[in-house]
């Protein structure tokens, strides 16, 4: 785990991005998903980000996806038992602040979470509006369909000084 990047939550919590994924973050990541109805939003080779409470037990995470400047922010899911207390916010800011200067933009699959993904300044990306780097992944073609909701939103660029 790359502690480095980690964002604190109070003292209960803190948001890493997973390097490895050993099999006791394996089964919490997995639960976390048939838990919500969401083991189909898994992609193989997905950029994983946890919030992990101070045991290491995995509340929350998010999977994203680079296509060259663009970011897929594939899921973001929390344990039922902690929901709506930051994990998700706090998932979506270290997302955005990660990629931030490497991504040119970050697009959300946000079927029933618009209002969520809306704080974060994301904007609804129209029909057929997604970019076709993504669209064309043949990783992503059962998991998008033309009824899932998708929002963007552009992230600052890098600051070259000299």
Not at 48 to 59: N, P
Not at 76 to 88: E, L, S
Request: glycine share 10%.
């Amino acid at each position: 785990m790359d502690r480095l990047n980690g964002i604190r939550l109070g003292i209960n919590s803190q948001v890493l991005k997973i390097t490895v994924l050993n099999p006791q973050l394996e089964m919490d990541v997995h639960q976390i998903l048939r838990e919500l109805g969401l083991t189909s939003r898994w992609i193989a080779r997905s950029e994983l980000f946890a919030c992990l409470d101070t045991h290491g037990r995995v509340e929350g995470i998010a999977c994203t996806k680079v296509f060259g400047e663009d970011c897929l922010l594939l899921l973001v899911a929390v344990r039922q038992g902690v929901q709506r207390k930051g994990r998700g916010s706090a998932l979506v800011n270290h997302v955005l602040g990660y990629y931030a200067g490497n991504c040119k933009r970050v697009y959300a699959l946000a079927a029933g979470a618009e209002s969520f993904f809306l704080r974060f300044g994301f904007q609804a990306v129209p029909a057929g509006g997604l970019p076709e780097t993504i669209t064309g992944s043949p990783e992503l073609g059962e998991h998008l369909t033309p009824e899932m909701a998708a929002m963007v939103r552009s992230l600052p660029r890098k600051t070259v000084i000299t």
